[in-house]
């Protein structure tokens, strides 16, 4: 079974992440089992997917948390796809799904996610790390993690900025 | 000046062993170059078309005798012995070697420097006003205010992919001598009626290829909301920044898309969800970055004696009283004056430093200004707490280290990009047109009668030379695999800041001395008094000097 990170361990990744449809989204099949939608199909099927408790949903890039609605309180799993590992706007739908919308399942970041982000990204409130068929060794990037262990700035991980938290 | 305590170096330590792992990485093949890339410029790492380029940051321009030592022993090191000061106050090495780079980062953290986020899609260092906290002119010293954003901004981790790179300057001066309307955030430090300090928000300013003037989008916020207001516009900025095009990705371009309006609503609401959060700014927070810039300890002293030592000693030697005018300027503390050091001698590529000079202002500022310098915008240094007294003595041992041309503000205090002699994006050359231009105004009175005039070159588009706020800007082009030059006037970057216009068709390097010469020729010839040439040039217009430039030899 393919690996990830999650939550700081190496673990199988139980999920499988189906691509977005050519067809019409609400024609597709979901297969049973543990399934990670598009957000074209989650919403084209939400009354029919929002009975099984084992669908997560995955955004793309620029495809806001915001479409997700009250959804978000009640889904195991959402994904942050990076089309490119340098299109940053997972890390601002991280904080709004953790910080604004309340989100408590796993948050995953899935695509072209690099090692050297991890840590921010986990800053920002992604969990897990999914980096698909990319040729990485995980022993070695899970170290990424902790790139960073004290910070100037509030996030999610540490609410508090230093500023408020500094001892002289 | 700000110093680190435990927090700040421990921070600084975890990232530059994270950048050492990344060159290990990249090194070995394991780590491609195109995700090697943002890392690196993040770093402040660039490959440039000789050799890589380093640029560390002078935090604010502030900078002080120990960094500047051992700057000069890095340039030694790891260099060719000289550097390069920036239009953004930075410090460049144009020599680096690439393998060598995370040990020039161990070597600067010794003195509490960096290049984080130098370069690359993120918030880049603060700029602000070189006098601060010795003009007249000053509403608040804007430096504690640049620390507490620097700390936000460095290794914030919703921040690090920006659809491009992100400027802020900082002022806190009547007169804007941080240009900050060109900036993608400007700030303005105020005080309200009631005596509250606070910032004017300006957004989406900048230069390069689509020069823009920022538009002002909040007119008074409350300094303790600086934090949470900065985010919400980065927020936006992330998450509706074009990233299609690179040369539509600037927040310019999405300010002017979706209108300033629709833009600062926006924010407010985003800023709405934030504005009681734990990024408020507390009183003891904005009480202990004061407490970094505190005055030094200034004698009292009797202005008018000092004056008068100061103006018998001009009264005899015509080099030292041009050198008063230009280069020395009023402090707010009586019997004191700031100095700026001209790194713009001609011959002399415009901001560069050798390692010896370094050592020698870090000397002057032990000697004469409390061990502190500051870099400018305008690619000069400035000692700014100098003893009128000393003045004389200053100037005689500044004349001897090649920093005393007395050219501030002037025509030869040339705004120059290294250009294409270093940058791989450069179209044409900087340096030299900067030098054939000195050359061809090589008296210096007559330069002096000439008064204040901004003069800058950019050899590309990118505008890293700021030419379109020069008085005089002029943008290195390529035609067809040869270097012209294109010439534009009417800029500024003061509080009317103004995008210059563009003369006509472009010039050869060889003809462009000339072409200054007959713009020059047409103001002295029209000015009045009291005019400077921009003055004359906004009651003109374009068309005298377009005719002059243009004319059909007869």
């Excluded at chain 2, 040869?482 to 009417?490: A, D, I, K, R, S």
Aim: net charge negative; with cysteine; hydrophobic share 40%.
């Amino acid at each position: 079974m393919p690996k990830l990170v999650k939550d700081g361990a190496i673990v199988d990744n139980e999920w499988t992440l189906m691509a977005k449809p050519e067809d019409a989204p609400e024609a597709v099949e979901v297969p049973a089992g543990q399934v990670i939608v598009p957000l074209s199909v989650w919403q084209a099927q939400q009354e029919k997917l929002q009975t099984r408790n084992d669908i997560g949903v995955w955004l793309n890039s620029d495809e806001a948390p915001e479409a997700l609605q009250d959804a978000v309180q009640k889904l195991p799993l959402i994904a942050l796809h990076f089309p490119l590992f340098s299109d940053g706007r997972p890390f601002s739908s991280a904080r709004l799904l953790r910080d604004r919308y309340g989100f408590k399942g796993e948050l995953r970041a899935v695509g072209h996610v690099i090692r050297d982000q991890m840590c921010y990204l986990r800053r920002c409130g992604v969990n897990a790390f999914d980096f698909g068929d990319q040729d990485i060794n995980l022993e070695e990037a899970v170290k990424s993690l902790d790139d960073f262990t004290e910070y100037y700035q509030a996030s999610h991980d540490q609410p508090l900025p230093l500023f408020r938290r500094r001892v002289s | 000046m700000y110093k680190y305590d435990q927090y700040d170096n421990k921070i600084l330590q975890q990232r530059i062993a994270q950048f050492r792992n990344q060159m290990e990485r990249f090194l070995a093949g394991e780590l491609a170059p195109e995700e090697f890339l943002p890392l690196r410029l993040q770093n402040g790492l660039y490959i440039q078309r000789l050799a890589p380029m380093l640029r560390i940051n002078v935090p604010y321009g502030m900078i002080n005798s120990r960094q500047l030592r051992h700057l000069a022993y890095i340039t030694r090191r790891f260099d060719k012995g000289y550097c390069h000061v920036t239009t953004r106050q930075n410090i460049q090495l144009h020599w680096p070697e690439l393998s060598d780079v995370p040990d020039i980062l161990a070597e600067l953290a010794k003195v509490e420097m960096h290049c984080t986020q130098s370069s690359g899609n993120c918030v880049r260092n603060i700029t602000s006003d070189q006098f601060a906290g010795v003009t007249q002119d000053e509403i608040v010293d804007p430096r504690p205010y640049c620390e507490i954003i620097r700390q936000w901004s460095h290794f914030h981790p919703e921040f690090a992919f920006l659809p491009r790179k992100f400027k802020i300057a900082i002022t806190g001066s009547e007169q804007d001598r941080a240009a900050i309307q060109v900036h993608d955030i400007g700030l303005q430090l105020v005080r309200s009626d009631a005596g509250e300090i606070g910032f004017k928000v300006y957004v989406g300013g900048g230069l390069g290829r689509t020069p823009v003037i920022a538009s002002l989008i909040r007119e008074f916020l409350p300094q303790e909301q600086i934090l949470p207001y900065l985010e919400a516009i980065l927020r936006i900025y992330n998450q509706l920044g074009r990233r299609d095009n690179k040369f539509r990705a600037r927040i310019k371009i999405l300010v002017r898309a979706l209108g300033p309006d629709v833009f600062a609503q926006k924010v407010e609401e985003e800023f709405e969800y934030m504005k009681d959060g734990s990024n408020i700014l507390t009183e003891e927070e904005i009480e202990r970055a004061k407490s970094f810039f505190t005055e030094p300890p200034y004698e009292t002293l009797d202005d008018a004696s000092a004056q008068a030592q100061v103006d018998a000693q001009a009264a005899d030697n015509r080099a030292f009283s041009k050198w008063l005018q230009r280069n020395v300027r009023a402090h707010r503390v009586p019997g004191y004056s700031s100095v700026t050091l001209s790194l713009k001698p001609t011959g002399v590529a415009p901001g560069d430093a050798t390692d010896r000079q370094l050592e020698i202002i870090a000397d002057l500022a032990d000697t004469y200004s409390f061990g502190e310098a500051r870099t400018t915008r305008e690619q000069n240094m400035v000692l700014a707490d100098v003893k009128k007294t000393d003045l004389f003595e200053l100037w005689q041992q500044l004349k001897q280290a090649g920093f005393a041309t007395p050219n501030i503000g002037s025509l030869t205090d040339i705004v120059a990009c290294p250009g294409g002699d270093f940058c791989s994006l450069a179209n044409a050359k900087s340096i030299p047109i900067a030098e054939a231009i000195q050359r061809q105004f090589d008296d210096l009175d007559y330069v002096y009668d000439l008064g204040d005039l901004d003069l800058n070159i950019s050899g590309c588009m990118n505008a890293c030379g700021h030419h379109h706020i020069g008085h005089i800007g002029i943008l290195g082009v390529d035609k067809k695999g040869e270097e012209f030059y294109q010439v534009q006037l009417g800029g500024s970057a003061a509080n009317d800041a103004r995008l210059g216009t563009v003369l006509g068709p472009s010039f050869g390097a060889d003809e462009v001395p000339e072409v200054i010469q007959k713009i020059i020729d047409v103001y002295v010839e029209n000015r009045t008094d009291e005019e400077q040439f921009i003055d004359t040039y906004q009651r003109l217009g374009n068309q005298p000097f377009k005719e002059r430039v243009y004319a059909k030899a007869s």
